[in-house]
């Protein structure tokens, strides 16, 4: 079946600022600027500030939300579910998980490369698939365990390129590689935790997933904002890239921002692009499929890579092609995507049924509540 104009749009729209992202949040740490009164030209390393970015982005979806509800409302046949009514505190404990998470991986940025910091973080299907078993009492059938194992060696290939592009890259030192892919790989522990708590507590609700991904954001926001005040004092030594050294330094980056104006369309970027991303995402599960969307999110890694390689952010090294492929077989695998390809095999088709099958229904759901990238993905 062909698709539509609208699903193409979608399908591209999802694929592009998936990328962005990534690519727009790398992009501000490479740039150097002055900060405040007399400190010298410094490289922008402001985690935190960007997180409290992402997190705009993502409360930007819940006006998003109230907007589709209320021209829904006004049209003759409403079609739009809205969810139940629940308490928004539920949010809070997933939202924490995202805000550290998500802080984690913006630190681990500023030292490793923006393709290897993609392909890292599909470490969250290792978690993932060991936390629901031990907590929510799934079974996961051989295919999803095979795809843990995989994606198990494709991480170790990943880790292998870098420690070998470590050795020879000017930009970041071995140690900060090394720092940085261990930092990605523990932010994926946490998210991982945030989505075991999201289908424990959240999802149950029938809550629509913008006012989720809203919700969350609003508590992201306001909680991370708040923080920031703290950071000021905290003192961390050269664990900080700051002129003073503190956990975050949030006025050094507006001082940053106002010497060199296209910080601001970086982090612009990664706010505007996390908005679009969600509701893109949403719309490629519902408009099309749950597959769809997982191949797409997969798909971006791929582009994060070329892109860096051709602005020149990297080096090739062909490791790293061998570590994608891996992941993409593992997430591939874990996500039940060879399912639909052994159908088609005659020879092959027996193999799809002995598996404990998985309602569609359910597996739509949970794919959808896998949204890492936000967390992506923010």
Not at 193 to 204: D, I, S
Not at 263 to 287: D, H, Q, R, Y
Request: net charge negative; proline share 4%; with cysteine.
């Amino acid at each position: 079946m062909a698709w539509t104009k609208y699903q193409l749009f979608l399908a591209g729209l999802m694929l592009t600022t998936g990328s962005l992202n990534t690519l727009s949040a790398k992009w501000a740490d490479m740039f150097s600027a002055k900060g405040c009164k007399d400190d010298p030209e410094h490289k922008f390393s402001h985690p935190f500030v960007q997180a409290v970015g992402m997190f705009l982005g993502e409360l930007s979806c819940l006006a998003v939300f109230y907007l589709l509800l209320c021209h829904d409302r006004r049209s003759p046949e409403p079609k739009m579910n809205p969810g139940q009514s629940f308490n928004p505190l539920l949010f809070f404990p997933p939202a924490m998980c995202d805000m550290t998470a998500t802080s984690i991986m913006y630190v681990a940025l500023n030292m490793t490369s923006a393709s290897s910091f993609q392909m890292l973080r599909g470490a969250v299907i290792i978690f993932t698939g060991l936390l629901s078993v031990a907590f929510l009492g799934r079974r996961l059938i051989p295919s999803q365990w095979l795809g843990i194992f995989i994606t198990i060696v494709g991480l170790v290939i990943v880790g292998v390129a870098d420690f070998f592009s470590g050795n020879r890259s000017s930009e970041h030192k071995l140690s900060d590689v090394i720092t940085g892919d261990l930092l990605i790989i523990m932010a994926q522990v946490i998210v991982s935790v945030q989505m075991v708590l999201e289908e424990k507590f959240v999802y149950k609700h029938d809550v629509h997933p913008l006012k989720a991904v809203g919700t969350e954001g609003f508590f992201g926001f306001i909680v991370l904002s708040l923080l920031l005040i703290p950071m000021y004092f905290i003192h961390v030594g050269g664990f900080s890239d700051n002129p003073r050294q503190v956990l975050e330094d949030a006025l050094d980056a507006f001082c940053q921002i106002g010497h060199q104006p296209l910080i601001l369309l970086a982090l612009l970027g990664n706010t505007v692009s996390i908005a679009f991303f969600n509701f893109a995402g949403i719309s490629v599960t519902k408009e099309i499929s749950a597959t769809t969307r997982m191949v797409l999110d997969s798909l971006r890694t791929l582009v994060i890579w070329a892109v860096s390689l051709a602005l020149g952010w990297e080096v090739f090294h062909g490791l790293q092609v061998l570590g994608f492929l891996v992941l993409l077989i593992g997430a591939g695998l874990y996500n039940g995507l060879h399912r639909p390809l052994l159908e088609r095999i005659p020879c092959c088709a027996g193999l799809v049924s002995t598996e404990e099958e998985i309602s569609p229904g359910e597996r739509e759901r949970l794919l959808d509540a896998g949204r890492v990238q936000v967390a992506d993905d923010s």
